[in-house]
Nanobody, 128 residues
């Protein structure tokens, strides 16, 4: 069992920045590939970024490349998402999620069903 809690959401103006954190407790954090998803009202949950267990390999959806950076600190059991140059279309509830290594196909867990554990979400609102 892994418990995930997100922090750092809020209201920011367009072109601003926010840093989301996700604190993990329970089983070994480094056993999991971690991801950030987001869900806007009326839309499906979307994968934003993933990071491998050791933090070397990352994936970003096209719309956030060059603006968002995912990172992790396994010593602190914490996942991060640095978000810069925010746009109104980034407005959503952001979720961190954990996928156990070896339980998904492909080079990274791309689907919500690949992730076994989820945080409760944190709202990010970008005003124009």
């Amino acid at each position: 069992q892994v418990q995930l809690v997100e922090f750092g959401g809020g209201l920011v103006q367009a072109a601003g920045s926010l840093r989301l954190s996700c604190a993990a407790s329970g089983r070994t954090f480094s056993s999991y590939t971690m991801g950030w998803f987001r869900q806007a009202p009326g839309k499906e949950r979307e994968l934003v970024a993933t990071i491998s267990w050791i933090g070397i390999t990352t994936y970003y959806t096209d719309s956030v490349k060059g603006r968002f950076t995912i990172s992790r600190d396994n010593a602190k059991n914490t996942l991060y998402l640095e978000m810069n140059s925010l746009k109104p279309e980034d407005t959503a509830v952001y979720y961190c999620a954990a996928a156990l290594r070896g339980t998904y196909s492909g080079s990274y867990p791309s689907r919500p069903n690949d992730y076994a554990y989820w945080g409760q979400g944190t709202q990010v609102t970008v005003s124009s």
